[in-house]
């Protein structure tokens, strides 16, 4: 038996919690369907019992954008379980803490730190990488800083919430 693969799957504006058991069962919003996967993207979709089916195609890559449904295309964004509670947790994986600190979003081991005191940040600029249940999550500064402490180092343990870098806001000279 394989685990059960978790996700949050977004059409449009709609959220769906997706659960996939690899015995061809697919859980959406609590309700069972059984998959027939075809090549390309493509399978057959139906409830149990049900002799009515559906062709869903999804586009390929590791992060679709697409699917559709008996040929009618569908926006859609798709985050794992981890992805979709970092993103509940302050808008994904990129913040945490204030702006004067950025805190781990997750309990996890620090991989990476990519900062030193002194250093000027953008925001967006990439600072910590938190290993979190075989995953890596780049942690990013919010907004324009200048890193006063670094207070984690590549192999540390961390608790969500930890301070992970002290922060003092900054304008950059270009601005």
Same mark, same amino acid.
């Given at each position: ?20 058991? @690899? ?8 309700? *069972?369907?059984?998959? !027939? ?20 195609? *999804? ?11 008996? $040929? ?5 964004? !798709? ?11 302050? $808008?994904?994986?990129?913040?945490? @803490? ?11 081991? *620090? ?27 780049? !942690? ?36």
């Amino acid at each position: 038996m394989t685990a059960v693969q978790r996700f949050r799957v977004r059409v449009g504006e709609r959220d769906h919690q997706v659960e996939i058991d @690899g015995d061809a069962r697919v859980r959406v919003d609590g309700e *069972i369907y059984e998959v !027939v996967p075809g090549p390309e993207g493509r399978a057959l979709v139906r409830r149990p019992g049900d002799t009515t089916q559906r062709l869903v195609t *999804i586009a390929p890559g590791n992060a679709p954008t697409q699917a559709s449904v008996d $040929g009618l295309v569908h926006i859609i964004s !798709v985050l794992t379980a981890q992805q979709a509670a970092l993103a509940d947790l302050g $808008g994904t994986a990129r913040r945490g @803490g204030d702006a004067r600190t950025i805190a781990s979003p997750m309990p996890g081991r *620090i991989v990476r730190v990519m900062v030193a005191e002194g250093d000027e940040l953008a925001a967006d600029a990439p600072v910590v990488i938190v290993e979190a249940m075989k995953m890596e999550n780049e !942690v990013r500064a919010v907004h324009p800083a200048k890193v006063v402490r670094v207070a984690v180092s590549a192999g540390d343990t961390v608790d969500a919430g930890q301070v992970l870098v002290e922060l003092e806001p900054h304008v950059p000279a270009s601005a």
